[in-house]
């Protein structure tokens, strides 16, 4: 199974990228994790912002590849402890499909991006920039990995 991060959003800080890259070494072996950056739409006064969504939704579907189990990170998703994200890591390899999440722009996801997700992933009631969006969703594919097996990397 192969995993790719599908996220609106070009030139993260340093320590971001330098962040997601030590997490993505140590999947390499257990879940590999493929990053694919969307342009984000153009905002700004004067702009329809609507059009913004729905272009980076566009964008979004056209780098999905075919059967692949889709999970939008979305604030009215589901919570996931890091155990529950264990078992569900767990499903998706027993599923043979790879899966793909998804980090939207600064106002979410298009509809058609909802729509095509076969789940939805809240990662709780905070409101987290995109950009740490990527390192947390990374670190916790890491701790779900450690969990499974059985490395001790998560003390819970």
Same mark, same amino acid.
């Given at each position: 199974?192969?995993? &790719?991060?599908?996220?609106?959003?070009?030139?993260? $800080?340093? @320590?971001?990228?330098?962040?997601?890259?030590?997490?993505?070494?140590?999947?390499? %072996?257990? =879940?590999?994790?493929?990053?694919?950056? /969307?342009? $984000? #739409?153009?905002?700004?006064?004067?702009?329809?912002?609507?059009?913004?969504?729905?272009?980076? #939704?566009?964008? /979004?579907? *056209? *780098?999905? $590849?075919?059967?692949?189990?889709?999970?939008?990170?979305?604030?009215?998703?589901?919570?996931?402890?890091?155990?529950?994200?264990?078992?569900? =890591?767990?499903?998706? &390899?027993?599923?043979?499909?790879?899966?793909?999440?998804? /980090?939207? #722009?600064?106002?979410?996801?298009? $509809?058609?991006?909802?729509?095509?997700?076969?789940?939805? @992933?809240?990662?709780?009631?905070?409101?987290?920039? %995109?950009?740490?969006?990527?390192?947390?969703?990374?670190?916790?594919?890491?701790?779900?990995?450690?969990?499974?097996?059985?490395?001790?990397? %998560?003390?819970?």
């Amino acid at each position: 199974m192969r995993a &790719r991060l599908i996220a609106v959003g070009e030139r993260m $800080p340093s @320590w971001v990228a330098e962040g997601f890259a030590e997490y993505r070494k140590r999947l390499s %072996h257990e =879940l590999p994790l493929e990053l694919i950056e /969307i342009k $984000p #739409g153009t905002r700004g006064k004067g702009r329809d912002d609507a059009k913004a969504i729905l272009d980076e #939704g566009a964008a /979004i579907l *056209a *780098a999905m $590849p075919r059967d692949t189990h889709v999970v939008a990170l979305d604030g009215r998703g589901k919570a996931w402890s890091s155990e529950d994200l264990g078992q569900q =890591l767990e499903q998706w &390899r027993m599923s043979g499909r790879d899966i793909a999440f998804l /980090i939207g #722009g600064p106002d979410g996801h298009a $509809p058609d991006v909802l729509a095509r997700a076969d789940q939805r @992933w809240s990662l709780g009631p905070l409101t987290l920039p %995109h950009m740490l969006v990527r390192l947390v969703l990374a670190e916790q594919l890491y701790r779900a990995t450690t969990l499974l097996s059985g490395h001790p990397y %998560h003390r819970a």
